[in-house]
């Protein structure tokens, strides 16, 4: 596959697609320490964009940067069309961004309900309520858990809290770093399924930062990829060559 052909290809494909979240030259820094050099990436609506790429060349800090916990040194992030790169992670939350972190932030002592109770900060509307028949028809083994304390959950079990907690703060996108990590392959494959059936149905645009390929491959439409702060290379998942992104995530 002659790789700039196909690049040009696929970027007119992506183009023509509504944009739902755009990232330009995006710089951010631990104190002295830069890690994000110019990133560039758009996210299309009711589509999964996938971000890989080596551990440590910035997947986490750029969602965090997209997500206001870090505040962007330059670049832009356009959401709906407005930028909101100034403004705070919680009016970012409001605007339609929902996130579920890398390890998944569970409160150990909160029970299910409560940490379901959680994710309603983000919602516009302050009489909103948990949309539970909803969430327990993704999730059906929260309804089971709803008073048991979040600490008791397995990590899946909290992966699929993360998520639900999420969504209840209504959000038009969903940003998840590493949903896989540490969960065993029958609560990784329902995970992909709700992730893609939130895209197709609902619409929901999902920005997945992700390690396992072929997790990846199964629900992704869009890949890019990064190292050292910056996408090297993006394509079309149904053009894919895998070998190639492979390549990109050996050490
Ligand atoms: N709080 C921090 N303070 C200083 N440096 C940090 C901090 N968090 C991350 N870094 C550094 O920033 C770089 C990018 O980290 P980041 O977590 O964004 O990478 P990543 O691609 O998500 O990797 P991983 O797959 O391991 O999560 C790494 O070199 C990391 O050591």
Redesign the pocket.
Known sequence: MELVATENKITSYWNKLETHLKVSALETS?GE?Q?LWGTELEAKKGKVTTIM?R???????TLKTIMGLLNVQSGAIEFEGKDISKLPSHKRAKAGIGYVP?GREIIPKLTVYENLLIGLDACTDRKAKIPEDEIYELFPILKDFRNRPGGNLSGGQQQQLAIARALCGRPSMLLLDEPTEGIQPSITQDIGDILKKLALEKGISVVL?E?KLDFALRISDYFYIMDRGKVIEQMEASTIDADRIRQHLSV
């Open positions: 631990y320490s890690v790429g551990n440590g060349v910035g997947k986490t800090t890398q930062v390690q």
